[in-house]
T-cell receptor, first 113, second 113 residues
Framework: KAGVTQTPRYLIKTRGQQVTLSCSPI?????VSWYQQTPGQGLQFLFE???????NKGNFPGRFSGRQFSNSRSEMNVSTLELGDSALYLC????????????FGPGTRLTVL | KQEVTQIPAALSVPEGENLVLNCSFTDSAIYNLQWFRQDPGKGLTSLLLIQSSQREQTSGRLNASLDKSSGRSTLYIAASQPGDSATYLCAVSRETSGSRLTFGEGTQLTVNP
């Protein structure tokens, strides 16, 4: 059974640009969550999508947005990139219930110059 | 606001030693607690999930306990091996925010041959 996949794995952008990251969950999983990991702030929750609807949202500015498609694949978009957006972005998939195990992908390493 | 603390921040032990990692959380209204390991630059691997109604979970050489009322969890690793070297993270989900995970800062474990 294939795990969670994320593309691209590495990305370099400059300030002011926008970026789109993609996450494909484990087959049969309907929930996808996104997290940002930085050395200073650790792992922080961005948002969760379930059946194409945002079910949960963290405390990030509106520059961070996401969506989920009918096949459960999810994209995350960051507009007007700032240096502080440099981070490892992880997505996690889950079957659906709030008490299920979450399975993480390998992450996308975003560097903003 | 839920806060998760992990002690110690770093731990170095000789191979074969049994060890305990600690996790504490401030809000006892949790759905579940999950332990992960993260290898450098990689995603998270789920180790154990403990539901709020459970006291412990075991998988191979790993045993995790949960004392919800006191806001504590421990991860016990028996007969440590160099391959156990990684950062160990605990995360809790709250009753009011479903699948959203709040992470601790992690314990960086080094097992020396």
């Amino acid at each position: 059974k294939a795990g969670v996949t994320q593309t691209p794995r590495y990305l370099i952008k400059t300030r002011g640009q926008q970026v789109t990251l993609s996450c494909s969950p484990i087959s049969g999983h309907r929930s996808v969550s996104w997290y940002q990991q930085t050395p200073g702030q650790g792992l922080q929750f961005l948002f969760e999508y379930f059946s194409e609807t945002q079910r949960n949202k963290g405390n990030f500015p509106g520059r961070f947005s996401g969506r989920q498609f009918s096949n459960s694949r999810s994209e995350m978009n960051v507009s007007t990139l700032e240096l502080g957006d440099s981070a490892l972005y992880l997505c996690a998939s889950m079957r659906g219930g709030s008490t299920d195990t979450q399975y993480f992908g390998p992450g996308t390493r975003l560097t903003v110059l | 606001k839920q806060e998760v603390t992990q002690i110690p921040a770093a731990l170095s032990v000789p191979e074969g030693e049994n060890l305990v990692l600690n996790c504490s959380f401030t809000d006892s209204a949790i759905y579940n607690l999950q332990w992960f390991r993260q290898d450098p630059g990689k995603g998270l691997t789920s180790l154990l999930l403990i539901q709020s109604s459970q006291r412990e979970q075991t998988s191979g050489r790993l045993n995790a306990s949960l004392d919800k009322s006191s806001g504590r969890s421990t991860l016990y690793i028996a007969a440590s091996q160099p391959g156990d070297s990684a950062t160990y993270l605990c995360a809790v989900s709250r009753e009011t925010s479903g699948s959203r995970l709040t992470f601790g800062e992690g314990t960086q474990l080094t097992v020396n041959p």
